[in-house]
């Protein structure tokens, strides 16, 4: 099973941006769709994006134009950039690939 490790979260005001990272164990990273979900409190968890081992993505209407996903194969890295940032975005987010999830980590958006 792969192990997934996030970072980069934390507490942003609103407008402001966060880059999530997830470093991925193992091999043939390349060969797997990677993505990140989000879970708030009391909702349950949801997808935010996809991204390919071809590298097409796909998000959720809710980020769309605001956040955007990209990987690394040779570093076995995937990402999230998100901007503008607004309070609705806060939730803990997982790193996801379909063997396994990651810890999560904490994003806050303060209005």
């Known amino acids: 099973q792969v192990q997934l490790v996030e970072s980069g979260g934390g507490l942003v005001q609103a407008g402001g941006s966060l880059r999530l990272s997830c470093a991925a164990s193992?091999?043939?990273?390349?060969?797997?769709?990677m993505g990140w979900y989000r879970q708030a409190p009391g909702k349950q968890r949801e997808m935010v994006a996809i991204?390919?081992?071809?590298?097409?993505?796909n998000y959720a209407d809710s980020v769309k134009g605001r956040f955007t996903i990209s990987r690394d194969n040779a570093k076995k890295m995937v990402y999230l950039q998100m901007n503008n940032l607004k309070p609705e975005d806060t939730a803990v987010y997982y790193c996801?690939?379909?063997?396994?999830w990651g810890q999560g980590t904490q994003v806050t958006v303060s209005s």
């Open positions: 991204i390919s081992s071809s590298g097409n993505t």
């Open positions: 193992g091999s043939v990273f390349s060969m797997y769709a």
């Open positions: 996801w690939r379909r063997d396994g």
